[in-house]
Nanobody, 127 residues
Framework: QVQLVESGGGLVQAGGSLRLSCAAS????????MGWFRQAPGKEREFVAA????????YYRDSVKGRFTISRDNAKDTMYLQMNSLKPEDTAVYYC????????????????????GGQGTQVTVSS
């Protein structure tokens, strides 16, 4: 079993920045990739960004490219999402997810391809 704990959410004005963290813990596991998803009220959960754990390859949805940066600390099994130039449409609950079963056939943007998910952290961007 793997536990994921997100932190760093909050209320910020448009144009501001926030940094989210996601720490993974558990008895025995190996992280192959981690990702961020978000869900706004009345909408489906959507892919935001992901990172492969060994190579550090990164993936983003188009609407956050150039504004968000995903990174990881392998030693701490922790992932980060630096969010700059935030917009009201970025308002959502942000969830992190981890892939522990290897990368064969893995789709970074598909939530169901991940093995564990966190409880989420609220990000609210005021106009």
């Amino acid at each position: 079993q793997v536990q994921l704990v997100e932190s760093g959410g909050g209320l910020v004005q448009a144009g501001g920045s926030l940094r989210l963290s996601c720490a993974a813990s558990g008895r025995t596991f190996k992280v192959y990739a981690m990702g961020w998803f978000r869900q706004a009220p009345g909408k489906e959960r959507e892919f935001v960004a992901a990172i492969s754990w060994t190579a550090g390859s990164t993936y983003y949805r188009d609407s956050v490219k150039g504004r968000f940066t995903i990174s990881r600390d392998n030693a701490k099994d922790t992932m980060y999402l630096q969010m700059n130039s935030l917009k009201p449409e970025d308002t959502a609950v942000y969830y992190c997810a981890v892939r522990t079963r290897g990368l064969s056939g893995f789709s970074y943007s598909l939530l169901t391809a991940y093995d564990y998910g966190g409880q989420g952290t609220q990000v609210t961007v005021s106009s």
